[in-house]
């Protein structure tokens, strides 16, 4: 029972990150806070969102993101401030533009390419039908039949 437990609590670790202090008495707020925090990386962690992470460091951009809804930000303008504080490194899904565009595409190309050597290889080391020649076909027949 104990190691069930144990168990529970090491994967729901995640759900207690957000701090009973950091929340929003404004329901609406508060749902817009975690929307916003869901996409957006813990410097520390790297492949956690700040919602999940218990970093100091995430803590404390909840705290920041919270307080610039409550000052009247929209989530656009939130996100804005982030990355122009953290660059877009803080974003677990970065825009889909510019240098970016490159990154995005560059794990659909490499697979293409993949794909083509290796069939490209294969269709090189497949044997191309030959026929014998009527003295090959004597000798095999002389062969198989001695």
Do not use: Y
Not at 80 to 92: H, K, N, Q, S, T
């Amino acid at each position: 029972m104990k190691r069930l437990i144990l168990i529970f609590l090491l994967l729901a670790g995640p759900v207690f990150a957000v701090q009973p202090s950091e929340i929003l008495s404004d329901p609406a707020l508060e749902s817009r806070a975690r929307e916003i925090s869901a996409g957006l990386r813990c410097p520390v962690c790297q492949n956690e969102s700040i919602d999940e992470s218990n970093a100091p460091i995430s803590h404390e951009l909840r705290v920041l993101l919270r307080e610039r809804l409550v000052a009247g930000d929209t989530d656009e303008q939130v996100v804005d401030f982030l990355v122009a504080r953290f660059g877009e490194f803080i974003l677990l899904n970065p825009d889909r533009q510019g240098a970016n565009l490159i990154l995005w595409a560059a794990a659909p190309a490499m697979l293409l390419i993949a794909l083509l050597v290796g069939w490209l290889t294969i269709r090189r080391r497949a044997p191309a039908e030959q026929q014998l020649t009527e003295a090959e076909q004597a000798e095999l027949e002389r062969i198989l039949h001695s």
